[in-house]
């Protein structure tokens, strides 16, 4: 079982940055996908970006490139998400996920994940 616990979520104004982690419980996690993946309301879930640290493989939703920065701290087992340039479209629940085991990443889809964390709240305000 992997545990997942988010931090650094807040409110900005536009063009502001945040910048968001999370803990990972389980150590040497840097062989598996990992991603983060946000909520708005009424919205579905959607994936923001993905990672598997020790393949230096990186993919992001087209929304967020050039502005968004996902990265892995493996000494901390933290998990990283630099959000620059902010829009008022940028609010929602923010998620972070794990798939299994030393999966790579496939698809940046809410289903291939197992593990979430319990998110946190960004606000961009315009």
């Known amino acids: 079982q992997v545990q997942l616990v988010e931090s650094g979520g807040g409110s900005v104004q536009a063009g502001g940055s945040l910048r968001l982690s999370c803990k990972v419980s389980?150590?040497?996690?840097?062989?598996?996908?990992m991603g983060w993946f946000r909520q708005a309301p009424g919205k579905e879930r959607e994936g923001v970006a993905q990672?598997?640290?020790?393949?230096?493989?990186?993919d992001y939703a087209d929304s967020v490139k050039g502005r968004f920065t996902i990265s892995q701290d493996n000494a901390e087992n933290t998990l990283v998400l630099q959000m620059n340039s902010l829009k008022s479209e940028d609010t929602a629940m923010y998620y972070c996920?794990?798939?299994?085991?030393?999966?790579?990443?496939?698809?940046?889809?809410?289903?291939?994940?197992?593990?979430w964390g319990q998110g946190t709240q960004v606000t961009v305000s315009s």
């Open positions: 996920a794990a798939r299994a085991w030393a999966n790579g990443c496939t698809y940046l889809k809410e289903a291939v994940f197992r593990y």
């Open positions: 389980r150590n040497s996690y840097s062989r598996t996908c």
């Open positions: 990672i598997v640290a020790a393949r230096g493989y990186i």
